[in-house]
């Protein structure tokens, strides 16, 4: 890298070097491998359990307690149950996909972690005399390989859904692959933004990267959306629509028993753990120790440390998951699908652009007031601009209220939806709801339709 | 004898185009270097050990589903071949897998559009300190006329989901 280039870029003050990695004897490689895949597995067995009993926790109930100290073998029992139950392929199945998909779902989950860097790459641990890094592997591609091995997991999601030759698996199915490439248009934007600061796709130097600050410092925005798409892309509550039993028994997986099933429910987990793992990755400083501890200890960087707080903030993201289940309610599709094209794509990226302007501006020498006042200048002509569009929007409707053609909305709301399906009971009035305002539909009333025309601007009467 | 994977674009490509190659003995032109370095070093390609654990992972799974279906029960009867419709006459589905909503499809026709968007963002945000002001610029363009679809799709009512 010539010097020309380092002048201009003093947040990225590690280059990508990647020459640690691929020159591991095969013996080291197969133990790091395992490692990967015991981590995976061990994270999930435990985390299984440990949602079951925060959530218990959550509504004062106790969870599992039965098998093992404290229910914490609970999972392996559910894994060794199943494994002996009885296989079922339902008639209509095409054979062949049905057991096919459970693996593929598997399969890429795991893969994941070839990547995700538990420690740092400069030959740090020693391990039976061979210094090595705490890593797998590093590709100078590692987050694309990361996006890549999530997408081929939804190949397992869809295909269960065709193959089972069911309703229900079909429509969930079909969820399922909507809402997670819909996800992932909003979590590659917020992956550039990274990029943009790292000047590599490279895991390990990504980490590097953070000595100075974490990315949720420097790139808050795109952390957040991040964590709305890695919920939504591990269909997890409140975007479990795919699977949510209500109304689709159980999306996806509903005609799969036994074991396959039970690989579907591991691939969720790890794509928990491969998600959380990815976000500490890039935005929590990775494998850094904690912003008191690195302060006061030197040695918190180095040697096995590092592992310790990877996990740490692996488990800290999980809890997060958990927690957000027990809290929060199961969101309509439509509003899902609305928060992913229409709140997350914009604003990612607008922010990718804006996190780009700073960046070049800074590049070129402006002075870091300056770059602020032109930003909010800019940012404040945009403002002003969408306030007059609203203005002129406000006064186009009330030039012509209640016209409109097909789609205009209809003018009375009827809550019994004309006695079907089922009809009104004989003198059964519906009470008013209490609802905010609506701008968009100001003509919607009650089922009487007795209702004083005042209080039809204040309320919907869709009870 | 360790090549650093620098930053320089020239160089990058190089080693790039290597790994291509890296199994074939012999290369030519100005790669040739870089594939004798990962030779001479006498180690595995970086991109080896991802296969060994997709095969720890494949070997699992594969194990496990054949595992299950050799010590599992097997205690069929029509009714649980049936597809499971909460207890009801399954739903006829026509051969071929029958009809769902048109939205889907157009749902991922628009995943498509963006994903390339994406795709051509993230080289451009790896060597945007390369780029300097001209790569803010001509990446300004083109995410406006992405936007001006995008603007388009929305006010058609391509996002509203019903």
Known sequence: ?????????????????????????????????????????????????????????????????????????????????????????????????????????????????????????????????????????????????????????????????????????????????????????????????????????????????????????????????????????TNRAPFDMPESEGDLVGGFNTEYSSIKFALFMLAEYVNMVTVSAVATTIFLGGWRAPWPISTFWEGANHGWWPMLWFVVKVQLLLFFFIWLRGTLPRVRYDQLMKLGWKVLIPISMVWLMLVAAVRAMRNEGYDFSKIVLYIAGAVLVLLLISLLADLLRDREDKKKPGEGGLLAPPDRFDPMAGGYPVPPLPGQQVQRVPRRPSRAEPQLVGASGQDAPEQEKQEDGDA | MQATWACELPHMDAILVAEGDADHTTSHGPNMSVTADWKERGTVNAYAPIFVLGGIAAGFAIFSVFMASIIGPKRYNRAKLEAYECGIEPTPQPAGGGRFPIKYYLTAMLFIVFDIEIVFLYPWAVTFDRLGMFGLVEMLLFVLTVFVAYAYVWRRGGLEWD
Request: some cysteine; aromatic content about 12%; charged content about 10%.
């Open chain 1, 1 to 233: 890298m010539s010097a020309s280039v380092l002048g201009g870029t003093q947040l990225a003050a590690t280059t990508e070097n990647l020459s640690f990695f691929g020159n591991d004897v095969w013996w080291l490689i197969l133990l790091k491998a395992v490692f990967c895949f015991a981590f995976a597995m061990l994270t999930v067995l435990f985390s299984i359990v440990w949602e079951r009993k925060v959530v218990a926790w959550m509504q004062l109930r106790i969870g599992p307690n039965r098998h093992g100290p404290w229910g914490m073998l609970q999972s392996l029992a559910d894994g060794v149950k199943l494994m002996l139950k009885e296989d079922i392929t339902v008639k209509r199945a095409d054979k062949v996909v049905f057991i096919l998909a459970p693996i593929v779902a598997a399969i890429p989950a795991f893969m994941a972690f070839a990547v995700v860097p538990f420690g740092p790459a400069d030959n740090e641990v020693s391990i039976f005399g061979q210094r090595t890094a705490l890593q797998l592997t590093d590709l100078p591609i590692g987050l694309l390989y990361i996006l890549a091995t999530a997408s081929v997991g939804i190949y397992g999601i869809v295909l269960a859904g065709w193959s089972s030759g069911s309703t229900y698996p079909l429509l969930g199915g079909l969820r399922a692959s909507a809402q997670m490439i819909s996800y992932e248009i909003a979590m590659g934007l917020s992956f550039a933004a990274v990029f943009l600061y790292s000047g590599s796709m490279s895991t390990s130097t990504i980490v590097g990267a953070q000595h100075n600050r974490w990315y949720v410092i420097l790139l808050p925005v795109s952390f957040l959306v991040y964590i709305c798409t890695m919920i939504g892309e």
